[in-house]
T-cell receptor, first 110, second 112 residues
Framework: AQTVTQSQPEMSVQEAETVTLSCTYDTSESDYYLFWYKQPPSRQMILVIRQEAYKQQNATENRFSVNFQKAAKSFSLKISDSQLGDAAMYFCAYLPPLVFGKGTRLSVIA | ETGVTQSPTHLIKTRGQQVTLRCSSQSGHNTVSWYQQALGQGPQFIFQYYREEENGRGNFPPRFSGLQFPNYSSELNVNALELDDSALYLC???????????FGQGTRLTVV
């Protein structure tokens, strides 16, 4: 079964600085998707970024980018120019099936 | 285009009771998945419905059951509620079984 591991229960970053959240996963499949979801106190899971395993190029969405290392089964999220609104739980997820890590709580310090 | 909506937003039930949670999928989506998220944990997969048929199930007992309707909305039913069933229940819809999921705001269930 696929597993997703987030080894950082909590992280903090100064406003305007850069932070990297770590994620590793385990699978024997070659074709899959990886996601980072953000869950603010409002509870709704918001998709931040996605990566198709067959693509070598790392995905980027504005201030959010990933470092996808397929051989190492690593999928980290980099947040640049951190903003107060980035404070939330961040979940790394693998599909299919959709399996989540335990999450990393990100605090942003003004 | 409407997003995924869940009802109710909060619910308090007594141990042993039964509960039904509802989810309206995003327009055009034929797949609905349900997740249980305990406090401080990541969501755990309960089951998925694709075109009204169960299409996968996580490690949850049979007292967790579901339905998907012809309009692709869905229900999650939990019988014989236990205190450990207290959690946030998330519904997600997608264009297909193995495609990107879009989540509702969840239903917070408290069992007392």
């Amino acid at each position: 079964a696929q597993t997703v591991t987030q080894s950082q229960p909590e992280m903090s970053v100064q406003e305007a600085e850069t932070v990297t959240l770590s994620c590793t996963y385990d699978t024997s499949e070659s074709d899959y998707y990886l996601f980072w979801y953000k869950q603010p106190p409002s509870r709704q899971m918001i998709l931040v970024i996605r990566q198709e395993a067959y693509k070598q190029q790392n995905a980027t969405e504005n201030r959010f980018s990933v470092n996808f290392q397929k051989a190492a089964k690593s999928f980290s999220l980099k947040i640049s120019d951190s903003q107060l609104g980035d404070a939330a739980m961040y979940f790394c997820a693998y599909l299919p099936p959709l399996v989540f890590g335990k999450g990393t709580r990100l605090s942003v310090i003004a | 285009e409407t997003g995924v909506t869940q009802s109710p937003t909060h619910l308090i039930k007594t141990r042993g009771q039964q509960v039904t949670l509802r989810c309206s999928s995003q327009s055009g989506h034929n797949t609905v998945s349900w997740y249980q998220q305990a406090l401080g944990q990541g969501p755990q997969f309960i089951f998925q419905y694709y075109r009204e048929e169960e299409n996968g199930r996580g490690n949850f007992p049979p007292r967790f059951s579901g339905l998907q309707f012809p309009n692709y909305s869905s229900e999650l039913n939990v019988n014989a509620l236990e205190l450990d069933d207290s959690a946030l229940y998330l519904c997600a819809s997608s264009l297909g079984p193995n495609t990107e999921a879009f989540f509702g705001q969840g239903t917070r269930l408290t069992v007392v």
